[in-house]
């Protein structure tokens, strides 16, 4: 089991910048992909970005690509999303996920392992 817990979360202005934190615990976590979702009120949920096992080659949906930025710290188990430039359309209930697989996938039911979800809420 992997357990993963996001922090970061809550509101600012549209233009501001948010970093979301998701500690994991269990498991080896550079045995494991990590991807980041969210899903807004009434909404399916989203693929946002998903990064290797080392840290390289990070992958973006086409909504947030040159806004955010994931990246890990594998030494500290823990996966980052930088987000810049938020628009209200951007507000959602984030969540992180592992995968053991090897190559990068953007379909969540491909991802075995899920945070709690963290709330960001962008003002305009």
């Known amino acids: 089991q992997v357990q993963l817990v996001e922090s970061g979360g809550g509101l600012v202005q549209a233009g501001g910048s948010l970093r979301l934190s998701c500690a994991a615990s269990?498991?080896?976590?550079?045995?494991?992909?990590m991807g980041w979702f969210r899903q807004a009120p009434g909404e399916e949920r989203e693929f946002v970005a998903t990064?290797?096992?080392?840290?390289?080659?990070?992958y973006y949906g086409d909504s947030v690509k040159g806004r955010f930025t994931i990246f890990r710290d594998n030494a500290k188990n823990t996966v980052y999303l930088q987000m810049n430039s938020l628009k209200p359309k951007d507000t959602a209930v984030y969540y992180c996920?592992?995968?053991?697989?090897?190559?990068?996938?953007?379909?969540?039911?491909?991802?075995?392992?899920w945070g709690q979800g963290n709330q960001v809420t962008v003002s305009s």
């Open positions: 269990g498991r080896t976590f550079s045995n494991y992909v």
């Open positions: 996920a592992a995968y053991s697989g090897v190559r990068l996938v953007r379909a969540d039911h491909d991802y075995q392992y």
């Open positions: 990064i290797s096992r080392v840290g390289t080659n990070p």
